[in-house]
């Protein structure tokens, strides 16, 4: 059974999770012009290697970030936005 | 007896005969450099050395020919698309398939045998509906099934009626079929390379050096060539191969899982997949049921099976046959499909004048081999993107053109 840790709940199987991707900084709509949106729309982090991005505790609705090798599928360690002031 | 064959070994009238020669020494400058030594990358050596006599071709291979995701992927051969420039495309993937034996003197075991799609839900079923009416206009033989003609089509189905997965009809796609990918792969390889097209495989491609918008040089492991022009067919690499250019593709990578079966007497005489258990099957021309395909449900570049989704495909596969819960399975494995966001591949031009772009062929890859080879042949020889590709440019993710195809893959929608 695979594992992930929740920073609220702790360890738990990574049946109860969802991924929601990686991390991506939202640019101001009011300034960003069409292909600049386009880019923040459907570019993803895809690099192998380590990492960040969203994970969600679906039980208890936790929102939380993972940082993850996506060669080996290690993950490094999971913390909530509140600690970067990310959004999802 | 023994004696004889080794005679016959040594035979000048029967010379042995080597289909691929063995990998030459790397040029200086190559018309055209093919990253890439899978299907699709070998199919467009293919035409560009038959029908426009550009022989100057190096096709490098960072593994072994056809290692890739042409030897990884369960050979569904279908044009039962749903957006007008999908079925298009996949249509004349399809017709080349018909006629790809002929084509490369060599036997893919290209076997048209139709594929059933099920629907569990009537919501399935509208969504069959609108397939089937797009691909009759396009003149594909698409068509919507009842229940009887189902258990027709295929009377060891589970119709499972009055259960919650009962199959409430399916999506009968006659032009649907299957072939031998390793065939299909050094068959255009045989003939490539008969033409004087070089194929290095064990050659990785580490640099690009560009200057003026182009791609002046490429570096190997095995040295730096030049190049008119360069293809990116890498598959599951592509995102990385173009971030060497410096492209950063709209691609997620996900493996997908996929096993097969021992082998058994020949049952299952159609392609049979099912949209709601995310699971499909097909019998091998060694008795082998290939069943696939679960994607995990997030980026990696691991191809390390998982026991979740072996259990996932290994339960639909029961469900839908039940007598196979006997049945024992043989090999599991994965492959990294390059997924874009609206399930459709990129093909033609890229930021770079002279490097084109084979890429985002997710779960849908195989079947296009031909098509997409002849079509880039046509697009690096000519310097322009014929109208067939268009819709599929690199360019729709900035002009929010996106072509959105919900009959992509029974995989992962």
Redesign the interface.
Known sequence: M?LLACPVNGLRN??EF??F??LRETPDPEKTS??EW??H????D???GI?V?WWRHVPSNVFFLAE?D????EVVRTFLPAETGERP | MPFSLLKYGFSRTYPARYDIPPTPDLKRHYDVVIIGGGGHGLACAHYLSKYHGITDVAVLEKGYLAGGNTARNTTTIRSNYITPEGISFYKEGVELYERMSQELDFNVMFSQRGQLTLAHTEATLRSFKARAAMGSHLGTRTEVVDQKEVEKLSPLLNMDYGGPLEILGGLWHADGGTARHDAVAWGYAAQASRRGVEIHQRTEVTAFEISGGRVQKIATDRGTIACGQAMIATGGMN??MA?KAGI?L????YPLQAMVTQPLKPWLDTLVSSVSLHTYLVQSSRGEVVIGGGSD??????T?S?L?MKEHLAAGAVHLFPFLQNVRLLRQWAGITDMT?DYSPIMGASPLANLWLDCGWGTWGFKATPVAGKRMAETIAGGRVPDILKPFSLER????RLLNEMGATAASH
């Open positions: 695979k990574i049946d969802q991924s991707g990686p069409d292909a386009g880019q729309l459907f570019r993803a895809n690099r192998k990492i991005e993850r996506t060669e080996s599928n | 995102y990385e971030l950063e709209p691609i997620r990578c449900p997030y980026q990696l570049y691991s390390r998982t979740d966001p993710f900035r002009s929010f």
